[in-house]
């Protein structure tokens, strides 16, 4: 006698979910999801660093850098669709890595609900890092919007389109400082096990390559660490004012 199967959930009974619903169902699906989606926001991040770099060649540089972001694109498209493209892209990216890594987390809680005896403390420390460095950073990215793309709690009197001010404005706070500086360094160790993990996933990895992914994962979180906490030091130090 043959056993009734449990329907995937959202699918009708008897009908067979589809490809793409599959493979999000499973956990390698997921894991490409985050994986993908991580890639994306790691070269927005890196794209980001460069573009706050030109604070330190004067306001006339970071300013008509914010004014071509909206104008990229013309006359083929129209003033800021390419910029709300990227931000559209950048949110989805931010969103499928949010979902996919609380689902990811939450099943494999399921599927251990004893604690181990003997805890992997590498492992651990690795998955504690991704999780606490994901909420940080999602709060972050609000503080930072309403901060310095609004201008909702930003200190000073907020400029449209004239970035180095507001920036000046910003890091001449200590709060601001404190938060940017443990955001972005969370940003570095999420980058670094996010970039390894990613390389995993997508069947880059292997062992003769393994040296050189590690050296390009620490790279890259030093790079943008040190790309990013450039900025707020400078405005302290007095070099950009």
């Not at 604690?115 to 492992?123: E, L």
């Not at 907020?158 to 890091?171: A, K, S």
Request: hydrophobic share 50%.
């Amino acid at each position: 006698m043959a056993l009734a199967t449990r329907p995937e959930k959202g699918t009708a009974p008897g009908e067979r979910p589809s490809p793409a619903r599959s493979l999000w169902d499973s956990t390698i699906g997921k894991k490409a999801v985050m994986a993908v989606s991580g890639l994306i926001m790691l070269g927005y991040l890196v794209a980001h660093m460069a573009g706050n770099l030109k604070i330190f060649f004067g306001p006339e540089d970071i300013n008509g850098y914010a004014h071509w972001l909206r104008t990229m694109g013309e006359p083929v498209l129209h003033y800021e669709w390419a910029l709300w493209l990227v931000r559209i892209v950048l949110v989805l990216a931010v969103v499928a890595h949010a979902v996919s890594a609380y689902q990811l987390s939450r099943r494999d809680i399921k599927a251990r609900p004893a604690k181990y005896v003997h805890r992997r403390k590498r492992a651990s420390y690795a998955t504690r890092t991704m999780r606490w460095g994901g909420i940080i950073l999602a709060l972050f990215i609000v503080w930072h919007i309403l901060d310095l793309t609004t201008g909702t709690v930003h200190p000073g009197e907020f400029e449209h389109l004239h970035p180095y001010q507001n920036i000046i404005d910003t890091f001449s706070t200590w709060y601001s400082n404190v938060i940017y500086i443990v955001a972005v360094t969370a940003v570095g160790l999420h980058v670094r096990h996010g970039f390894w993990s990613a390389a995993q996933t997508l069947g880059v990895g292997n062992a003769r390559r393994e040296k050189v992914l590690k050296a390009t994962a620490n790279a890259l979180a030093l790079v943008l660490t040190l790309g990013f906490v450039s900025v707020p030091v400078a405005v302290m130090t007095g070099v950009v004012s």
